[in-house]
């Protein structure tokens, strides 16, 4: 069960990279079946680095961006905080609070 959903997440697109998990850590889909070696040349260590580092770049600048827009929307809807003094009144409600009184009436109970 938990490796059925393991693969689902690795090979769900996401909407902000628009690439899978597995995507983006390997550069390749993730395949499933018997034979999972292909028949042909190995690729060379550093070209696979380079792909790597440029999925990872673009996976990092999709997600600022996405940031950035998040930030924005919620910037939109947000005001200043109010600035309270020492000397202000406020409403307290003292439901959670544990006063002497309800604790001993607890530890009775």
């Known amino acids: 069960m938990l490796a ?7 090979t769900k697109t996401h909407s902000t990279t628009k690439v899978s998990p597995f995507m983006v850590n390997y550069r390749r889909k993730l395949r499933i079946g018997i034979n999972i070696r292909r028949k042909g040349k190995m ?3 550093t070209e696979f680095a380079e792909r790597m580092k440029k999925v990872h770049e673009e996976a990092g600048a999709a997600l600022k961006k996405v940031q950035e827009e ?11 905080a109010e ?5 202000n009144k406020v409403i307290l409600s003292t439901k959670d609070l544990v006063f002497k009184e309800r604790l001993v009436k607890k530890l009775v109970d």
Do not use: H, P, T
């Open 83 to 87: 600035v309270w003094k020492v000397e």
């Open 70 to 80: 998040m930030k924005r929307q919620a910037d939109r809807e947000r005001k200043e």
């Open 4 to 10: 059925s959903a393991e693969f689902a997440i690795n």
């Open 43 to 45: 690729e060379k260590v």
